[in-house]
C-alpha cells in the first residue's frame, strides 16, 4: 500500500530538494557564461563553458569554485545552506534512505550521487528540456538577446544588469532572509524549509521570469523560469512517489526503475475541477458575482496549500475556470487503465483534505480525477476537453443541505438553500427572496464595502449597468484553448524564415516578425 506516514515524515526533504531543483542552472544567470558570448554589446570575459560548471569546476587562477568565490563574503551559505543534509531515497536493497548535501542537488548532472544524475537529471531535466524546447537547429547570430513569446512577438530585451547584478542581490538577500529568521544551523522542524523554499521560489520567479533559458534561438520563448519550475515539480513528484511506493513489496519493480531506467519515469496530471464560470453566473448582483469569484480564488489557494506544502504530492501546473491542475506521480491513480482515474484508495486522508477545502459554504463541490500515466504533458488537454462531463462526477459525500423548513422556495442564488418571505420583511423587496446566508454573506454590507473605495471598487449599482428599459444581461465569455491544446491551430501557422540582415533592419522599426516561429504551448501563469 502507499506509505502516507513515510512521505509526510519526509517533506523537509522534499523541500530541501525542491530548492536545490530551483536553483541547479543559476550559472546561466553568470553573464559569462559561453553561451550568451557575442550577444551583448560589450565585451565580457568567458568564465565557463557549461552552465553546471559554475558549482562544479575550480577557477583555474584560484583552484576554488566559482559559487566559493562568489559567496566568499556569506560564509554561512556555503557552511550551513548548500551543507545542509536531506534524506533521499537509495537504491540499495537493505537502506532506502540515503543523505546527501543540498549542494549536491544544485550540481546537476555533475552530481556523483545516483539519484541526482539519473533521477533528477535524466529522469526529470532531460525530459522537460525535449517538452520546453524539442530539439532546435543552429541559433541564430548577432546580438539579439530578448524573450518572446510563442508567435515570435519581442516581449523583454535582456541586458547585463539582468544576470550578474541580480544574481549577487539575490545571494545578499537569501543570505539576510536566513539570518533575520534565525534559520542558520536551526531549520528546526520543516515548517522552516517550506518558509525558505516558498521565499526562494517567489524571489526567482520574479528574475528569472526575464532571463532565456536557452540561447538557441529562436527558442527564445522559454524563460529561465519555466524550465527550472517544471524540472523542479517533475523532481517533486517523483520524489514524492518514491517515499509512498518503497516500503511497498508489490511496487519494488517501480521502485527500482527509477533508478535503473529513468527514461521511464512518467507522471499523472490531477483536476481539481469545479464549474466556477457557472457558480460566478448564480449571482443577480455584482456584490453576489464577486464573492463566487472570490471564494473559488481562496478555494484554489488552499487546494494549492494541501498538495504542495501538507503532503508535497507535486506543483500546480495549470488554472482556469475548471479548476486547478498539478503535476503528480505515476502511482497516485487507481489503476492505469482508460484516460482518467480517481485517486488512490490509501490517499483517502488527501481527499478528505481537499473536500474540506470546499465545505465552507456547502455550494463548491470537487471532482478529482487523475489522467493516465504518461512521459508529456499533453494529457492535461484531455482533462480540460473532458471538463463539463466531469462536472457530473463531483463528490457530494459532505453535502449537508440547510432546510429551514419554514421556506417557501429555493434561494436563486446559491440554489441550495430554501428562504422564507417572513424571515426577510426588513428587507427591500429584491432581496427578500434569497437565503439568509446568501444574504448576510453576499448581499449585505456592499454599500458599506463601495464607500471605503468608490473610485477602484465595481460598481454595486444596478442603474449603472441597465440599458434604457431597465433590463441587465450577464455576459460570460471563456477563450477555449482546446484547439491550441491539441495542435489544430498550430498547424494553421506558417513559419517563415528572413534574412539576417532584413531581420536586424526590422528590429530596428521595432518590428514584430520573428526569423522563425517555433511554437511550444505553456500553461499560462
Not at 7 to 31: C, M, P, S, W
Not at 359 to 387: C, V, W
Request: charged residues 30%.
Amino acid at each position: 500500500m502507499l506509505d502516507l506516514k513515510c512521505l509526510k515524515k519526509h517533506r523537509e526533504d522534499i523541500f530541501k530538494a525542491e530548492i536545490g531543483a530551483l536553483l541547479f542552472n543559476i550559472g546561466k544567470t553568470h553573464v559569462g557564461f559561453e553561451a550568451w558570448k557575442g550577444y551583448f554589446d560589450r565585451k565580457i570575459d568567458k568564465k565557463f563553458v557549461k552552465y553546471d560548471e559554475y558549482f562544479n569546476e575550480m577557477d583555474k587562477k584560484k583552484n576554488t569554485p566559482y559559487y566559493k568565490i562568489e559567496l566568499a563574503g556569506n560564509p554561512d551559505l556555503i557552511n550551513y545552506f548548500f551543507h545542509a543534509k536531506l534524506s533521499l531515497p537509495a537504491n540499495g536493497s537493505d537502506d532506502k534512505i540515503q543523505k546527501l548535501d543540498l549542494l549536491e542537488i544544485m550540481k546537476g548532472r555533475g552530481s556523483g550521487e545516483i539519484i541526482v544524475e539519473k533521477v533528477f537529471f535524466r529522469g526529470c531535466e532531460n525530459i522537460n528540456s525535449g517538452i520546453d524546447k524539442g530539439s532546435p537547429g543552429d541559433k541564430i547570430k548577432g546580438k539579439l538577446l530578448f524573450i518572446a513569446n510563442a508567435f515570435g512577438t519581442s516581449k523583454k530585451k535582456l541586458c547585463c544588469s539582468d544576470f550578474d547584478e541580480r544574481r549577487m542581490s539575490f545571494w545578499k538577500e537569501l543570505d539576510g532572509f536566513l539570518k533575520s529568521n534565525e534559520y542558520y544551523g536551526n531549520y528546526g522542524n520543516d515548517t522552516g524549509w517550506k518558509a525558505i523554499k516558498n521565499w526562494i521560489s517567489n524571489e526567482i520567479r520574479k528574475w528569472y521570469s526575464g532571463l532565456l533559458s536557452d540561447s538557441r534561438f529562436p527558442v527564445n520563448d522559454v524563460t529561465l523560469w519555466d524550465q527550472v519550475y517544471m524540472t523542479a515539480t517533475m523532481f517533486k513528484a517523483a520524489l514524492a512517489d518514491m517515499f509512498l511506493i518503497m516500503n511497498d513489496t508489490y511496487k519494488e519493480t517501480d521502485y527500482k526503475a527509477y533508478f535503473e531506467n529513468p527514461n521511464s519515469i512518467k507522471w499523472r496530471i490531477m483536476g481539481i475541477q469545479y464549474d466556477k464560470l457557472g457558480l460566478a453566473e448564480r449571482g443577480f448582483k455584482p456584490a453576489q458575482i464577486k464573492w463566487y469569484r472570490e471564494n473559488t480564488r481562496q478555494i484554489d489557494n488552499r487546494v494549492k496549500g494541501i498538495i504542495e506544502n501538507e503532503y508535497c504530492l507535486g506543483n500546480e501546473i495549470y488554472r482556469d475556470e475548471t479548476g486547478i491542475y498539478f503535476l503528480v506521480g505515476q502511482n497516485l491513480g487507481k489503476g492505469n487503465d482508460g484516460d482518467l482515474t480517481y485517486l488512490h484508495p490509501d490517499l483517502v486522508k488527501v481527499k478528505t483534505e481537499i473536500l474540506k477545502a470546499f465545505e465552507t459554504y456547502d455550494e463548491f463541490y470537487p471532482a478529482i480525477l487523475l489522467t493516465k500515466a504518461s512521459r508529456g504533458l499533453m494529457n492535461l488537454s484531455y482533462l480540460l476537453e473532458q471538463a463539463k462531463n466531469n462536472f457530473l462526477q463531483a463528490d457530494y459525500s459532505r453535502y449537508h443541505c440547510i432546510d429551514d423548513k419554514t421556506g417557501n422556495g429555493l434561494c436563486p442564488v446559491c440554489q441550495k438553500r430554501v428562504f422564507s418571505v417572513s424571515n426577510g420583511e426588513e428587507r427591500i423587496d429584491e432581496d427578500k427572496r434569497i437565503c439568509d446566508f446568501c444574504y448576510e454573506e453576499k448581499t449585505r454590507g456592499r454599500l458599506e464595502e463601495w464607500e471605503k473605495d468608490p473610485e477602484n471598487n465595481e460598481t454595486i449599482w444596478t442603474s449603472e449597468l441597465q440599458d434604457k428599459n431597465g433590463r441587465i444581461a450577464l455576459v460570460t465569455l471563456k477563450f477555449e484553448l482546446g484547439e491550441w491544446l491539441n495542435g489544430n491551430m498550430v498547424n494553421q501557422l506558417v513559419n517563415r524564415k528572413t534574412p539576417m540582415e532584413d531581420y536586424q533592419q526590422l528590429v530596428d522599426v521595432n518590428s514584430h516578425i520573428n526569423p522563425a516561429i517555433i511554437l511550444k504551448l505553456k500553461p499560462p501563469n
